[in-house]
């Protein structure tokens, strides 16, 4: 008998409830006795579905066939690929995948999925460091201020009024005295009133 897995394109195509019902109803009466096929299939649909604790779920039952099924090791391989890729966790996503890729490096369906991978990390990883750079910015601007109101405040001085409370960059560390400048041109008119 042989096992055909189907595109990777298929994942975004979940069972119907009724189907995944069955499945559910198959494992669940089988209980603590459930058989490879059995929680392998219910894992299958649990993976294909369009909720993310059924997804879960069905990465969690993969792994278990996993460790404890060598025999079915192969299949489990590509599912938790799809599973980690659906969930979101595209390293374990990756490494799964590869893993078949390297036992079967003409398997069509782990090329497929591993197109998928790429691309969504390309897309993520863009959008990631767009967020991180405004986040460096902001640390940046932050870290600005707080460096010179601390380097104000070590040396004892805290400015009422530029032209005679704020004493001269001399001194200073090269690069400083900019800073130093407008902090005491800025916190001017705030001592003032």
Request: aromatic letters at 10%; one cysteine or more; glycine letters at 8%.
């Amino acid at each position: 008998m042989t096992f055909t897995l189907p595109d990777a394109a298929d994942a975004d195509s979940p069972l119907k409830a009724e189907e995944l019902q069955v499945l559910r109803g198959q494992y669940e009466k089988e209980g603590f006795y459930v058989g490879v096929q059995t929680k392998f299939n219910y894992a299958w649909g649990l993976i294909k579905s369009s909720s993310r604790n059924e997804q879960q779920e069905g990465v969690r039952l993969l792994s278990d066939i996993f460790r404890n099924a060598p025999e079915r090791r192969r299949e489990c391989l590509y599912y938790l690929a799809l599973g980690n890729y659906k969930l979101g966790n595209y390293a374990e996503a990756r490494r799964y995948n590869d893993l078949l890729l390297e036992h079967e490096p003409a398997n069509l369906q782990a090329s497929s999925l591993r197109g998928l991978i790429d691309d969504k990390v390309a897309k993520e990883g863009l959008m990631g460091v767009a967020i991180l750079s405004g986040v460096a910015i902001a640390a940046g601007v932050v870290g600005a201020l707080t460096h010179t109101y601390i380097f104000i405040n070590n040396r004892g001085e805290v400015p009422t009024s530029k032209s005679d409370s704020c004493p001269s960059a001399q001194g200073l560390r090269q690069g400083h005295s900019y800073m130093y400048t407008e902090y005491c041109a800025f916190i001017s008119p705030l001592r003032a009133s």
